[in-house]
Nanobody, 115 residues
């Protein structure tokens, strides 16, 4: 059974940094594409970044140059380093894993950026 658990969220001032982690279990992590999404109340979940099993990365324009997604296959963990945070980055951040034609989600971690 594939499971995901995010951590690392919190309250930070504008311009600050946070690093989110997503630990996974089940299946073959190295064969999985991983992603980060975020959601604010009343809005659809928004794609933030993905990293393929090949380590190829892609970012939403809104975070490009500020956020970095990475993975550690030995630890079955994906990270999201978030720098120069803005109030508009405030959201619940969700980890996403695509494995063998199925998609799995974590429970989310809250990130709040104060101005």
């Amino acid at each position: 059974q594939v499971q995901l658990r995010e951590s690392g969220g919190g309250l930070v001032q504008e311009g600050g940094s946070l690093r989110l982690s997503c630990a996974t279990s089940g299946g073959i992590f190295s064969a999985s594409a991983m992603g980060w999404y975020r959601q604010t109340p009343g809005k659809q979940r928004e794609w933030v970044a993905t990293i393929a099993s090949s380590d190829n990365t892609n970012y939403a324009d809104s975070v490009k140059g500020r956020f970095t997604i990475s993975r550690d296959n030995a630890k079955n963990t994906v990270y999201l380093q978030m720098n120069n945070l803005k109030p508009d980055d405030t959201a619940v951040y969700y980890c996403n894993r695509n494995y063998r034609s199925s998609t799995y989600w974590g429970q989310g971690t809250q990130v709040t950026v104060s101005s």
